[in-house]
Structures are given as C-alpha cells and as structure tokens.
C-alpha cells in the first residue's frame, strides 16, 4: 500500500549534491580562470549547471503532483532529486547533455511516471506540467539576473560567457517544452481541456512528438524564427546575441582549440 511520502523520501540525493558541488567548483575556476584551458571549465560549468536544472524540473513535476494528490512520487524517488531515479534517465539527462554538447540547444527532459488517475481538477493537471518548464524560466531569470539588474561590474568577461550561454539553454528548453505538441509539457498543460476524442486520436503521437519537434527544427526558415524568438527573449533580459555565441565557443573548446576569438576577448 503506498503511503504518503515521508521524510526518507525527501532527502537530497548525494548525487545531485556532487553535481551540484561540481557545479560550484567549475563555477569558480571559470570566475578566477584557474585551470586550463578556460574552455574545460566553462564546459564543466555549464554541464553540471544544466544537469541541475534537469533535475529541478522533474522535481518540480513531482512536488506539484504530490501537493495534487499523487502520494506515490516519494516511493519512486522522484523528491530526492536523484537523476538516477528517473524513468527514463536516458531522455531526461544523457540525451539533453548529449544535445548541449553537439549543439546548444536545450532540450526537453520529461521522465517522471505520476499516476494522474490519483489527481482530481484539470487545473491540477495542467500545473503539473506546467510546473517544468517554468523551472527553467526561474533557471533563467537567476542566470540573466546580472545583466537585467545591471550588476555586471566585477564580473569576469568570462564568467558572463558562461551565464549568457547557460541562459540560452534554459530558455530554449523553456520556450520547447511549452509547445502544444504531443509528448512536450506544453500539450500537457492544454490536454485536460481538449474532448476526449482528440485526447484519444493524439496519444499514439506522444512518442513521437519530440523527435518531430527537432525535425522540424532542421528547416532552416523555422529554426531562424525559433532562434530569432529565443535571443529576442535573451536581449529583453539583457544578454547579446555575442555574449551568448562567446559562451558557446567557450563550451565547445575541443571544436575550437585552434581558433582565436578577437570578438569575445575584449569588451564586456
């Protein structure tokens, strides 16, 4: 029988504290630029950073389920923060790290089983999958805060590369996530609103919707509009197009070993 989670349930995995410590070290050779090369720490930085807030969106879906009935999240796991505790750890953390990696863009995570037969009200539903995707737009507002607060005085050029990249990620899972497209979080917060029927005609598409999402990505006309919308967002927070380029030349050190970046090494 299962029980209302208890306090064992809530602890924080030690393996989210390690990436969060990792995080914090990396964070900090990138600040002093301790280390080389400069590029390895960004990457190991941005990574860990990116890793935490995967883990805070899930938590987020399975807090707000707890609060709307579902007592099960905490015997699975899913309140402890642990990444290893996911249904599918290989699409909310490897492929989403995989996709920063290769390219630079966040993608959508999504692996934690609730039983929404447990929860009574759309409105609970839909907060239940909205609850994700927000987390990555409270991710990016800390992230952004230095620029939008006008705060940058004392921060090293390098460390604003970071942040600016790392922004850029959280605001593209964000904007992803809350696309009404089958298997994304956006559809799930309209989906208790929608008739039955095309609940039903929708479901075997969920698998699917993802991979659909990044197909569609690959037109060039789409994903010049979507990048268009995502720096449109950045800039509104106070981050240049250039400072969040820099940061990705920063991360993707191994691609430009050989390469000088006059633009990024003077200026703000």
Not at 118 to 131: E, K, M, T
Not at 170 to 199: K, S
């Amino acid at each position: 029988m299962t029980t209302a989670a208890g306090r064992s349930d809530r602890r924080i995995s030690p393996v989210f504290l390690g990436i969060v410590a990792v995080a914090a070290v990396s964070g900090w050779a990138v600040w002093t630029g301790t280390g080389y090369p400069y590029g390895l720490a960004v990457f190991v930085f941005v990574t860990a950073a990116w890793v935490v807030s995967l883990c805070l969106h899930e938590y987020a879906h399975a807090r707000t389920a707890l609060h709307s009935g579902d007592i099960s999240v905490g015997a699975k796991g899913y309140l402890g923060l642990d990444p290893l505790a996911y249904t599918h750890a290989l699409l909310s953390i490897v492929l989403p790290v995989l996709f920063v990696i290769m390219g630079g863009i966040g993608l959508p995570g999504g692996a934690v089983f609730i039983e929404r037969g447990r929860i009574r009200g759309r409105w609970r539903h839909s907060l239940i999958s909205a609850a994700g995707p927000l987390t990555n737009v409270l991710f990016a507002l800390v992230c952004t805060a230095p620029f939008w607060l006008h705060a940058l005085e004392g921060v090293p050029r390098e460390f604003r590369y970071a942040l600016a990249f790392l922004a850029l990620l959280q605001v593209t899972a964000a904007i992803l996530n809350f696309l009404p497209v089958p298997g994304l979080d956006g559809y799930g917060v309209i989906e208790p609103w929608l008739p039955y029927r095309i609940r039903r005609q929708a479901e075997p598409f969920a698998q699917f919707g993802l991979i659909a999402v990044f197909a569609v990505l690959w037109i060039p006309e789409v994903n010049h509009v979507f990048f268009g919308l995502v720096h449109g967002v950045l800039d509104a927070l106070g981050v240049s197009s250039r400072g969040t380029e820099c940061g990705r030349a920063a991360y993707r050190f191994w691609a430009n070993w050989n390469e000088e970046y006059p633009v990024c090494a003077v200026g703000p």
